[in-house]
Structure formats: structure tokens, C-alpha cells
């Protein structure tokens, strides 16, 4: 069964720091982009970042750019997201998702990816 499991998430304070871990299971996923999206409550999902499978080509969502970093393992398999300087409106649920893009493409939408996992929650107090 391919999965996608996510860890890391939890409370912080306001411009603290945390980090989340997203392991693939079921499958190499390491000729597939990875990424993450998050959905706060009573929101969309939005995206958050990726991160290519050959080049480690990255791409952000302007919100997190210079406080976020997305990277990934030698095998490719895991994928990470450093936040920091964390603020109120960071809290969400953070999905972590792949899909098979060995040409290296970076998609924003959520529908252009195939594999979701569970969700880790994140929340910052003020």
C-alpha cells in the first residue's frame, strides 16, 4: 500500500520553529516531486512548497518564502519542511503530497497530485 506519512506537527509559540517529516511508503518516490500543502480552518487548501526529484529544484507560496524550506533525503523517499518564524496564521493541517514528475515539474494545484497524506497539525499561539 503506497502512503505517505507525515510527522513533526505540534504547538509552538509565535516565532518559534518546527519541523516536519513526510515519509513514502509502498513505493520509491524518488523520481517524484514532493511537496506540501496546508488548509487552515474554514479555509482552502493552499500550497506551501515542493521540491523536484532529480535537481532539487524548489518552488514557495509567497507567504512562507524566507521562513520555509522544503527538502528531501538522498533516496528521495523522505521529504522535510523547516518552518520558522512561525505566526498565528500558520496554523493548519500540513499535507504532504507526490506525484511523478521525473521531467521536474512543480505544480501549485492540489489536483495535480496524486498522493496525499494523512495530515499533521500545526498550531501557533500568540
Known amino acids: 500500500q503506497v502512503q505517505l506519512v507525515e510527522s513533526g506537527g505540534g504547538l509552538v509559540q509565535t516565532g518559534g520553529s518546527l519541523r516536519l517529516s513526510c515519509v513514502g511508503n509502498g513505493r520509491s518516490f524518488r523520481y517524484y516531486s514532493m511537496g506540501w500543502f496546508r488548509q487552515a480552518p474554514g479555509k482552502e487548501r493552499e500550497f506551501v512548497a515542493a521540491i523536484s526529484s532529480s535537481i532539487g529544484k524548489t518552488v514557495y507560496s509567497d507567504s512562507v518564502k524566507d521562513r520555509f524550506a522544503i527538502s528531501r533525503d538522498n533516496a528521495g523517499d523522505t521529504v522535510y519542511l523547516r518552518m520558522n518564524s512561525l505566526h498565528p496564521e500558520d496554523t493548519a493541517i500540513f499535507y504532504c503530497?507526490?506525484?511523478?514528475?521525473?521531467?521536474?515539474?512543480?505544480?501549485?494545484?492540489?489536483?495535480?497530485?496524486?498522493?496525499w497524506g494523512q495530515g499533521a497539525k500545526v498550531t501557533v499561539s500568540s
Open positions: 503530497v507526490a506525484a511523478d514528475y521525473s521531467d521536474n515539474r512543480l505544480p501549485l494545484s492540489p489536483d495535480e497530485y496524486d498522493y
